[in-house]
């Protein structure tokens, strides 16, 4: 609805070609390394069982995160924004969510649009949903 539209944040920047790529590869690294730490605790003779339990709750938490940001990313492609990184920042108190999107503007059609799709997918808030149209440099 358009009295809505704009709640989220906007921030504008430029970014470098292979940008949307580094950035999920970075992201999925990252997630790879801390599940295998975690899968070790829990295969951890030596750690108690509610260490175990945190380190499985944590994986589960990581995955339907990923989820969300690929179900994310994957309708915003689907309505156009072919290029976009959703960031849900789980450590922070109610889960911000991040949004770079590949255009150097945005109307308050596209906004509120991207806005919707995430809120969707994510179950966040308008207000802690920041969307960073970045252009890419030649």
């Known amino acids: ?16 070609g292979n940008y949307f790529e580094e950035a999920k590869l970075s ?4 997630r790879a390394k801390n599940k295998e730490t975690l899968t070790n605790l829990v295969n951890n003779k030596n750690v108690t069982n509610a260490q175990k339990d945190k380190a499985m709750q944590q994986i589960m938490q990581m ?5 969300k940001e690929t179900a994310t990313e994957n ?5 156009g924004f072919s290029e976009a990184v959703v ?3 789980s450590d922070s108190v109610d889960g911000n969510v991040d949004v ?8 308050d059609t596209q ?4 806005e919707d799709i995430v809120k969707r997918k994510t179950e966040c808030s ?3 949903i920041v969307i960073s149209p970045v252009g890419k440099k030649k």
């Open 87 to 89: 960031t849900i920042l």
């Open 75 to 79: 309708l915003l492609a689907a309505k």
């Open 27 to 30: 992201r999925e690294q990252t």
């Open 111 to 114: 906004k509120a649009q991207i």
């Open 100 to 107: 770079v999107i590949n255009q150097t503007q945005l109307t």
């Open 1 to 16: 609805n358009k009295e809505n539209a704009g709640e989220a944040v906007l921030v504008s920047n430029t970014v470098t």
């Open 126 to 128: 308008a207000d802690k």
């Open 63 to 67: 995955t339907e995160i990923s989820e």
